[in-house]
């Protein structure tokens, strides 16, 4: 659960590398100097660290290909005879290499992890995933009433057939709000890339951060049918 | 320069290589055989024979002769309790505690047999260095291969064994992503992988995607019990129902529960030569003595269904998880001597759409992977790198029994995950934390790796404090823990021991051949003395606290918050006070000593004082 406050804010701009003691930028993997490995000094954001773009819209090959190449540079496969420190660093650096990449990978999560970064972030995320989004009161209103009389009919012993097909036909509003708000994501997303001005881009943002708690919903609403379908 | 090779420690056999001359080699004994059989026995009079002489002695002393130990690493009694009877060994171990193995009066853990497997195995490659006439034949360090779905308890056995049998483990490895290192060596291409890997214990499927001389893994699945062991018994069963209800023609034996150990053991190998033999042929006989039963392959393999069955769903679920379809699999490699049975090798052919590979010896590819791994790390080449993932997904309990996933499986390691902690009750100083590793949502359904508490958390009305306890898996996939109060940035270590684990001071016990390892020796010794002086300072520290006059003391003399100060240095010195990392240790002990020497020197002065005052009074 890393909060915003994970990621600390620079008090400087420039660290000490502990082996020959040289200034390095705080952005740095190595010494300039003595080119030795430095330690993780704050929690740089993922896309810096991977040298990517800060973007939704990424390139997965770029990703790939600084993924790879960074991991060339960091693995602790490659610090085995290396001092501790250095072991330490190497560790601490493809550790967060690895979770960078994770967390890049995917449109989600890379919209998820903006928001954070951007503090819109909900303070407490299982909380927020449960609370019913105003513009899907409807279909969750609907669902449940179906679903309670489904588990009804289950309960007096109605033909696999008959509820399964209800089921599937409860579905389908549901699949379509979903495709409905990837499409959103997508153009918001793409929206957030071209924008031009501060305030633009955090009001775009604002709409993504609803979209994508409502998606989250829409996801867990699909899980719950998915659940039933396979219940026997 | 001593020597690093490559271990495959498996269920049924295991192999060691090495690099020489830029290619992996397994060394093999004087009549050419590479494999030594994982099968240890201890004679009446406690002599220790391992490999092919140890399964000689299970057709004649099958009660003190162990194999298939690799399945019982890093588990507990209640785990093995329904296989053991399988078995014509003495399985045992408290509940709730390590397994452990009877043999005659003695008792092993499984990593005290494993490691005299690995140093037979370590004996075989320094004799093989010394006949090559290198002036430094000593082999110390080794990679030593686990099955991909092997847990973290699994792991730490494993390397544990290597500890004890006197070898520095430098990386613990997956099977089948060392067998894709193996075949990498020749083909150099892009592409994406499926290693399928069934041995004689265990079957793991790995896909990976390699690029620019990076295999990358993108998910693993699998089954930490299933193997040709299973197969085994599934034939055994036949063959002993059949004796058992007197059908068969012949019989030797009147029932299978009047038959003795090494009698059943006898059956055990003519049922694995019928199981050879169906690879080459379409019928053969399974034959024991006088009983005779003939059986072919069509036979074998609608016995055998059930297992080939359980492999195919861990492959669908690895290929969902890396989001592919099978017919995306560019090529696919078997390793693991269950492969050459033909239906399998069918079975996997039919699920991905092609031919799959077997240019290696299916029972050596892993080894020489090993020895690729074992020689990236002390050469620093950088030709090749590994990248695995963690196969299960790591979580802690939280309210009502729910497990909280922190690291997902299939996360590259090394990796890290950190959860945020709080207290319930005003002023509590620990909270207990249970980790677990698995998928899923049920603390129940998981397995158990560890429970710890959180110690030293400065007094604060309830839910303030913010402990935020962070998990690294390294690159073993060997899991470790550290913790932080964020408002007082406190910092704690955690020593992650496993539930069904050893500690350090036991491997230390168990070490083999100690006086060769006088080094390590030093290094355990040293680190016990940093901790009697640690608990030494703390228990006199906490002496005076709790002493008649501390009040008064800390009223007239102390600073404010000194007494707290004090405190929270115990407390963290108690915290790291079982880990092995001896520096820690003397940092704090140091620490501890600092912020107590005032106090030592004003009570010290009050019995100066009190002496004298006492002298007085006898004087008077």
Known sequence: MAAPSELDTPRSTIQACPTCGAGAPLDAHFCPQCTKILPLPRRADYFSFVGVPRRLNLDPSLLEERFRSLSRQFHPDYFYNATPAERRASLERSSYLNDAYRTLRQPAGRIEYLLKLEGLAPDNPTEASRKVPPSLLEEVFALNEELDEIREQRADGAPAETWRARLERARQPIERKRVEHETQLEELAARWDAGSSDGERRAILESLRDRFLERNYIANLLATIERELSST | MSKVVGIDLGTTNSLVAYVKDGAPVVIRDASGDALVPSVVSVGEGGSVHVGREAQRRLLTDARRTVYSVKRFMGKGREDVQHEAEHFPFRVSGEAGGVVRIGLGDKEYTPPEISALVLRELKQRAEAHFAAAGEVDNEVDRAVITVPAYFNDAQRTATRDAGRIAGLEVLRIINEPTAASLAYGLDKRHAGLIAVYDLGGGTFDISILKVEDGVFQVLSTNGDTHLGGDDVDVMLMDVVLRELGDGSAVAQPFRAADKLTPEQIQEIRKAVIQAKWDLSDRTETDIVVGEYKKHISRAEFEELIEPIVARTLEPCRQALADAGLQPSQIDEVVLVGGSTRIPRVRQAVAELFGKKPHSELNPDEVVALGAAVQADILVTGNRDMLLLDVTPLSLGIETMGGVVSKIILRNSTIPA?????????????????????????????????????????????????????????????????????????????????????????????????????????????????????????????????????????????????????????????????????????????????????????????????????????????
């Not at chain 2, 109060?485 to 406190?490: A, F, G, K, P």
């Open chain 2, 416 to 620: 890290t995950g950190s959860e945020m902690f709080t207290t319930g009750v005003d002023n509590q100083t620990a909270v207990d934390i249970h980790v677990l590793q698995g998928e899923r949502e049920l603390v129940a359904d998981n397995r158990s790796l560890a429970r710890f508490k959180l110690r030293g958390i400065p007094p604060m009305p309830a839910g303030l404090p913010r402990v935020q306890v962070q998990f690294q898996i390294d690159a073993n996939g060997i899991l470790s823990a550290a913790a932080r109060e964020l408002r007082t940035e406190v910092e704690q270590a955690i020593e992650v021991k496993p539930s069904y684990g050893l500690t350090d001071e036991e491997v230390e016990r168990m070490l083999l051949d100690s006086f060769e390892h006088a080094e390590a020796d030093i290094a355990a010794r040293l680190l016990i003395e940093a901790r009697n002086e640690a608990e030494s300072v703390i228990q006199a520290t906490e002496k005076s606290l709790r002493s008649p006059e501390f009040p008064e003391i800390e009223k007239s003399e102390l600073a404010p918050g000194e007494r707290q100060k004090i405190e929270s240095i115990v407390a963290g010195l108690r915290m790291v006070l079982n880990s092995s990392d001896r520096e820690t240790i003397q940092k704090w002990t140091h620490a501890l000593n600092d912020a107590t020497r005032h106090l030592a020197e004003v009570m010290m002065n009050r019995s100066v004082k009190a002496a004298l005052a006492g002298k007085n009074i006898d004087n008077m």
